[in-house]
């Protein structure tokens, strides 16, 4: 089963913050999170592992609840190099490996 | 090369026409993804090769899509009597090790039309 992403889109003024979340109906061993520019291939973010991971660089930063199968990208003070697709991609414990359908980030300055 | 590469980058097809897409990994990678990417919506994931072995192909959505990696490196997609839903951008993927729980680096994608 596909992952579920929210929100679907949303528009920022430079600086502000966002969260994008990430939630599955499966039990999740790991949650890897890509940054897809328009007509370009997906670029890895991060990933974490079952355990309650939380990760950062820079000023992106990721958790992951494994009991609420739920994962979180958080973005703080965003740039406009920020802009494009989320994508956050699921792991379960049987070893399936799915994607949700995006969450679109504008940043405008 | 440095990074994960694809060939052609755009394949127009005819309705009918068979195609072949490349993919060259990251020179010792041992897994290699391929997922369909439809416009507006994440990739789907469609096989999974660990060295030479394809150890899932579970996403292949016919029996027109056939995968191989004889070498255990370059892997070529086929699709044969390609029809207008196989309209997409393919994106290739391999990661060091075995398994889907590795960080996975994506190829530029080619872009199929078929008319």
């Known amino acids: 089963q596909q992952p579920v992403q929210s929100p679907q889109a949303v528009i920022l003024r430079e600086g502000e913050d966002a969260v994008i979340n990430c939630s599955s109906s499966?039990?999740?061993?790991?949650v890897h999170w890509y940054r897809q520019k328009h007509g370009e291939a997906p670029v890895f973010l991060m990933i974490l592992l079952k355990g309650g991971e939380q990760k950062g660089h820079d000023k992106i930063s990721a958790s992951f609840n494994e009991k609420k199968q739920q994962s979180s990208l958080y973005l703080t003070a965003s740039q406009l190099s920020y802009s494009g697709t989320y994508f956050c991609g699921t792991v379960t414990n049987a070893g399936k490996s799915t994607f949700g359908d995006g969450t679109t980030l504008t940043v405008k300055p | 090369g440095a990074g994960v590469s694809q060939s052609p980058r755009y394949k127009v097809a005819k309705r009918g026409q068979d195609v072949a897409l490349r993919c060259d990994p990251i020179s010792g990678h041992v897994s290699l993804f391929w997922y369909q990417q439809a416009l507006g919506q994440g990739p789907e994931f469609l096989t999974y090769f660990q060295n030479e072995a394809q150890l899932d192909k579970s996403g292949l959505p016919s029996d027109r899509f056939f995968a191989e990696r004889p070498e255990g490196s370059v892997s070529t997609l086929k699709i044969q009597r390609t029809q207008q839903e196989d309209s997409a951008v393919y994106l290739c993927?391999?990661?060091?090790?075995?398994?889907?729980?590795?960080?996975?680096?994506f190829g530029p994608g080619t872009r199929l039309l078929v008319l």
């Open positions: 499966k039990a999740l061993y790991s």
């Open positions: 993927a391999s990661s060091v090790v075995g398994g889907y729980q590795e960080t996975q680096y």
